[in-house]
């Protein structure tokens, strides 16, 4: 029984034996083509020893041999310099021929970079022709109002029940809104809701009987603040303001709509609304407070939402549009429940950048001078 | 999970585990779902249809305990959820960059591979225990998922019929023809060892490039292919074995070693083979080479003539996986449901 234990063992030894043997793994180690020149090499070297006849020393009569071989060497005198010349040839060529390799082998490798970087350009090139062709697909959407801007992507249907799932109900904006009303109280002019929505802000405002208009991208949505009794036009927020005669409106307000446009558009809607608020009006822009990673997680749940506008940012667009007197105010705070208890200024502070504030509003006035 | 009209191995495990239950007194039902691959999101569809799905009671009874096994069934709600993992939805994990997998790079891919991942997170991190049927397996759900989990084996699907026999005058291979599994590394092994003949039972994608091959190497006059054998079929094969091969790259369990060695058989198997590792041991119940064709062809060349070291190995083998029994099996699974064998 042992001894049988022992031949199974010993087998498999023998096995890993003629594993070892039959493929050495060094054998596969050397770069494809280096082998075949190394075997070139040993063939050269052992040329070498056979430049000129020589006899071996173990056979019979090789002192004789030698002796006669010695004697005759004028006859293969030419013979041994072509061997030598040629040998010498042979080698230049091997040493050429492994230069050129070398050389190969950083142009594969360097291909081998273009190729990648071509390959990473591709990708590039490929995501701003998508953007071109959705460009070009929906024209005059380009700064459109609201949630107009990516909308083509997603039936506007869709993007309605989206909103109702995700924006929360119409009471809680209701209430969460009722912070502006102050702003818009005693003001030159009506105000001018850009990107409305289901229209909370313009009920507020008409319960406190304040003159009110909205736009709206969605046709949807806008029918239904219509039939609601609402003034509310369905286009582009930004194109409605530019048609708005200056200084005839007492306010602009903007909730959770720049984050729905380029850089570019929410500065052209601010210069807009800064033309057609007259002196001592006011401009509200809302949107998802960047500084809190727990409203920023939640940003891209919107498929419409293009960029994150920074507080920073936002005031300096304000500021550059000139508006004055700029307040931010950050809204919203998570419920205690969500946030970190606070024993210390350390929770405080991840607080503030945990779970901050879910909303800020950048507030500017036109001077009245 | 299923994979419809496959009748593939993990279909037939999850079978043979409702009987086994039942067979113990336990009331067990197999729930299914077919897992739909037309398209990529498909995998997510199914997963979303998994986890729609609360069994904590049917009809008014209330169920114990839930034992998912394949993705994405484990993403399914159940406060008393035990995971036996054997099949995590590979070409996304260790298989992802390799040529096994058809993901991409792509912005769909990227996105449904990480689904795919918090799937497997979400489903085996509220599990009350996660199991999986090999060390192979257990090691990659650490090494992605950073999940813990145990092996926990089990006897392989003709347990209690498998029989011994005389050494046969052929090596056996079974398995799918399928790329991964390597099929072609028996029948190069062929061409380096000139007495031994070849019998792979199993049908696959490869089957066509194999039989060419096996004209290239000119070894088809030693080779017997069998694309289907019934059960009996099977264990008459494996019993008359003169020893099996298994040579698939990274597999995460088979079934085969263990067959083999209830039939009194060694495995000859790879360095690289993953799971048959965990029983197949170099000189003890096999042999196990590096995965070159003529390292498996040493091996059958040397090993045709010995038949007493032949038997040795396999006495050993058969003890082994004769250890492997459901009642453990049973008994660890329910445990950890807090539950155990009436």
């Known amino acids: ?369 | 999970m299923q994979s419809p009209f496959s009748g593939g191995g993990a279909e037939r495990h999850v079978r043979r585990l409702t009987e086994e239950l039942a067979a113990r007194g336990i009331e067990a039902d197999l729930v299914q779902l077919p897992l739909i691959e037309r398209e990529r999101f498909d995998l997510v569809r199914s997963a979303l249809a998994w986890r729609s799905l609360d069994v904590t009671e049917f009809g008014g009874r209330a169920v114990d305990a839930v034992i998912a096994t394949r993705f994405p069934s484990y993403a399914v709600r159940h406060p008393n959820k035990v995971v036996w993992v054997i099949h995590q939805y590979r070409q996304a994990y260790d298989q992802f960059g390799t040529r096994w997998s058809d993901f991409t790079a792509s912005k769909e891919d990227r996105r449904t591979r990480e689904t795919i991942e918090a799937i497997d997170q979400l489903g085996l991190s509220e599990a009350r225990r996660v199991f999986a049927n090999s060390r192979t397996v257990a090691a990659r759900l650490r090494k992605y998922n950073g999940i813990a989990s145990e092996p926990l084996y089990h006897p392989p699907p003709l347990a209690g019929r498998y029989r011994t026999g005389p050494f046969g005058d052929y090596a056996l291979s079974v398995g799918r023809l399928d790329g991964w599994k390597r099929p072609d590394l028996p029948l190069r092994a062929l061409a380096h060892a000139p007495a031994a003949r070849l019998v792979v039972v199993g049908r696959g994608p490869e089957e066509e490039r194999l039989k060419r091959l096996a004209r290239e190497l000119d070894v088809e006059a030693r080779v017997r292919w069998i694309p289907a054998a019934d059960d009996e079929a099977l264990l008459h094969l494996y019993a008359g074995a003169r020893l099996v091969v298994v040579a698939p790259e990274g597999e995460d369990l088979g079934y085969v070693p263990l067959e083999a060695f209830l039939s009194g058989k060694p495995v000859l198997t790879t360095e690289d083979a993953g799971g048959p590792l965990e029983f197949v041991i170099d000189g003890r119940t096999g042999f196990v080479v590096p995965p070159r064709p003529e390292a498996l062809g040493a091996a059958l060349r040397l090993a045709w003539e010995r038949d007493d070291a032949l038997e040795a190995l396999g006495r050993r083998g058969l003890a082994r996986a004769s250890e492997l029994s459901w009642d453990a099996t049973i008994g660890t699974l329910l445990a950890a449901a807090g539950l155990e064998i009436p």
């Open chain 1, 1 to 369: 029984m042992a001894a049988k234990e022992d031949l199974a063992e010993e087998l498999a030894r023998e096995i890993r034996a003629a594993v070892a043997d039959a493929a050495p793994p060094e054998k596969a180690a050397p770069a494809p083509g280096t082998a075949d020149l190394e075997d070139v090499r040993v063939s050269i070297r052992r040329a070498g020893e056979h430049l000129t006849p020589t006899i071996p020393q173990a056979v019979r009569f090789a002192r004789a041999k030698s002796l006669a071989l010695r004697a005759l060497r004028f006859l293969w005198r030419d013979q041994a310099s072509f061997n030598a010349l040629s040998l010498e040839a042979v080698n230049g060529v091997v040493a050429a021929l492994e230069r050129t390799r070398a050389a190969r082998e950083e142009q594969v490798r360097r291909y081998a970079e273009l190729e990648e970087d071509f390959r990473r350009r591709d990708a590039g090139q490929d995501g701003r022709i998508a953007y071109l062709e959705t460009l070009r697909t929906r024209p005059g959407t380009v700064g459109a109002a609201g949630s107009s801007a990516e909308i083509p992507s997603l039936p506007e249907s869709v993007y309605a029940l989206f909103e109702e799932r995700f924006r929360g109900p119409s009471a809680e904006i209701l209430e969460k809104q009722r912070f502006y009303l102050p702003y818009v109280r005693g003001l030159p002019g009506p105000v001018f809701d850009a990107g409305c929505g289901r229209g909370e802000f313009l009920r507020l405002l008409r319960d406190e009987g304040i003159a009110a208009r909205g736009v709206e991208a969605s046709s949807l949505t806008a029918n239904a603040c219509r039939a609601a009794g609402l003034d509310v036009t369905e286009g582009d927020a930004i194109g409605v303001l530019a048609e708005t005669p200056s200084a005839s409106l007492g306010a602009v307000v903007a909730f959770q709509v720049v984050e729905h446009w380029p850089a570019a558009s929410a500065f052209r809607f601010l210069a807009e609304a800064r033309r057609a608020i007259a002196p001592g009006g006011v401009a509200i822009v809302e949107t998802v407070n960047t500084d809190s990673l727990a409203a920023m997680n939640a940003f891209y749940l919107d498929p419409t939402h293009v960029r994150p506008v920074p507080p920073e940012a936002l005031r300096f667009l304000c500021d550059a549009a000139g508006f004055r007197d700029l307040s931010v105010e950050f809204l919203s705070p998570l419920p205690a429940g969500r946030r970190l208890e606070e024993r210390s200024d350390n929770d405080a502070r991840l607080n503030a950048i945990l779970f901050g504030p879910q909303d800020y509003a950048v507030i500017g006035r036109v001077p009245l001078s």
